[in-house]
T-cell receptor
Framework: KAGVTQTPRYLIKTRGQQVTLSCSPI?????VSWYQQTPGQGLQFLFE???????NKGNFPGRFSGRQFSNSRSEMNVSTLELGDSALYLC??????????????FGPGTRLTVL | KNQVEQSPQSLIILEGKNCTLQ??????????LRWYKQDTGRGPVSLTI?????NTKSNGRYTATLDADTKQSSLHITASQLSDSASYIC???????????????FGTGTQLKVEL
């Protein structure tokens, strides 16, 4: 069974640009969650989608948005990039919603650098 | 406010030695607790997941314990190997009361380094 895949793996953008990251969950998983990870900050929750509906949202500005398609693939968009958006963006999938008693599988992440 | 605190922040041990990582939480109402291992630059990998009725759960050389009364969990690593060098993250799930499902609270992790 293929794991969670994220594309691209590395990305370099400049301030003010926008970026779209993609996540393909494990086959059969309906929940996709997005996280931002920066050194010293740990994992910060962005949002979770389940069956194309946003279930939970973290405390990030409206520049961060996402969506989920009918095949459970998800995209995350960041508009008007700022230097502080440089981070590892992780996607995770699970069969049920992430907080339920079920295993959550993480992808390898997309390393975003904003110059 | 739901919080997860891990200790120590970092730890260095010699190969072959055992170690124990701690996780204290104030998450309520409690649903389940997970431990993840994250290698540098990679996504976390699940080690264990426990609900309140599970006191101990093992995954190879990794053994997690949970005391739901004191809201503490520990991760014990036996006979450490160089490949155990990683960040270990404790995550606690709270039952969702206002819709939207359960919510996860992440600890900031313990950075473990295993040396020869």
């Amino acid at each position: 069974k293929a794991g969670v895949t994220q594309t691209p793996r590395y990305l370099i953008k400049t301030r003010g640009q926008q970026v779209t990251l993609s996540c393909s969950p494990i086959s059969g998983h309906r929940s996709v969650s997005w996280y931002q990870q920066t050194p010293g900050q740990g994992l910060q929750f962005l949002f979770e989608y389940f069956s194309e509906t946003q279930r939970n949202k973290g405390n990030f500005p409206g520049r961060f948005s996402g969506r989920q398609f009918s095949n459970s693939r998800s995209e995350m968009n960041v508009s008007t990039l700022e230097l502080g958006d440089s981070a590892l963006y992780l996607c995770a999938s699970s069969f049920r919603t992430s907080g339920m008693y079920n295993e959550q599988f993480f992808g390898p992440g997309t390393r975003l650098t904003v110059l | 406010k739901n919080q997860v605190e891990q200790s120590p922040q970092s730890l260095i041990i010699l190969e072959g030695k055992n170690c124990t990582l701690q996780c204290n939480y104030t998450v309520s109402p409690f649903s389940n607790l997970r431990w993840y291992k994250q290698d540098t630059g990679r996504g976390p990998v699940s080690l264990t997941i426990m609900t309140f009725s599970e006191n101990t759960k093992s995954n190879g050389r990794y053994t997690a314990t949970l005391d739901a009364d004191t809201k503490q969990s520990s991760l014990h690593i036996t006979a450490s190997q160089l490949s155990d060098s990683a960040s270990y993250i404790c995550v606690v799930s709270a039952v969702g009361l206002t819709g939207g499902g359960n919510k996860l609270t992440f600890g900031t992790g313990t950075q473990l380094k295993v040396e020869l």
